[in-house]
């Protein structure tokens, strides 16, 4: 199975703040533990090799959950589910997702902040896992598309010899 990308980790991270204080690499073990993850996945590293892909999802996830106040940091590297979080929980989503954060004022504040003002300029050699992927994956996906690019200004262009 494949590592969830960080909007449908929100759900299962809520749940986990819901029954009290979390650390992140607690609530890695045990996510990995219910979704089967294997230990090559548990261990899979972000291309820049600086921190487990689990756990840079799951940290944006509680950061997403966190604008939306569902849940807060009562100290570092805590986190757990506020009344609000509890709340939705108690309605019994089927899934949280920046779609559903957008219900709370505060998370839609947040969110208009994030979009560029104009949407269509965006480059579209971005994937579309845009909308799935955190931020770093964005970034390394547009890197890559950059890359893979022809250079700009080429095509056409007859080079003597």
């Known amino acids: 199975m494949a590592i969830p990308d960080y909007q449908t980790l929100m759900l299962p991270v809520l749940r986990l703040?819901?029954?009290?204080e979390q650390r992140v690499a607690d609530a890695a073990?045990?996510?990995?533990?219910?979704?089967?993850?294997?230990?090559?996945?548990?261990?899979?590293?972000l291309p820049s090799g600086r921190q487990r892909l689990l756990h840079n999802r799951i940290h944006w996830a509680k950061f997403y959950m966190s604008k939306a106040g569902?849940?807060?940091?009562?100290?570092?590297?805590?986190?757990?589910?506020?009344?609000?979080?509890?709340?939705?929980?108690?309605?019994?989503?089927?899934?949280?997702g920046v779609n559903e954060l957008k219900d709370y004022v505060d998370f839609r504040e947040?969110?208009?902040?994030?979009?560029?003002?104009?949407?269509?300029?965006?480059?579209?050699?971005?994937?579309?896992?845009?909308?799935t992927g955190t931020p770093e994956e964005q970034i390394e996906a547009a890197y890559q598309a950059v890359q893979s690019a022809p250079p700009r200004g080429t095509a056409g262009t007859h080079h003597p010899k």
């Open 70 to 96: 569902l849940v807060t940091s009562p100290k570092r590297a805590r986190f757990i589910a506020t009344d609000a979080g509890r709340a939705l929980l108690a309605s019994n989503p089927a899934r949280i």
């Open 17 to 20: 703040a819901a029954t009290g």
């Open 110 to 131: 947040f969110y208009s902040g994030q979009k560029s003002a104009d949407d269509d300029a965006a480059p579209a050699a971005i994937p579309p896992s845009a909308e």
């Open 29 to 45: 073990k045990r996510i990995a533990d219910d979704l089967g993850l294997s230990p090559d996945e548990r261990e899979e590293m």
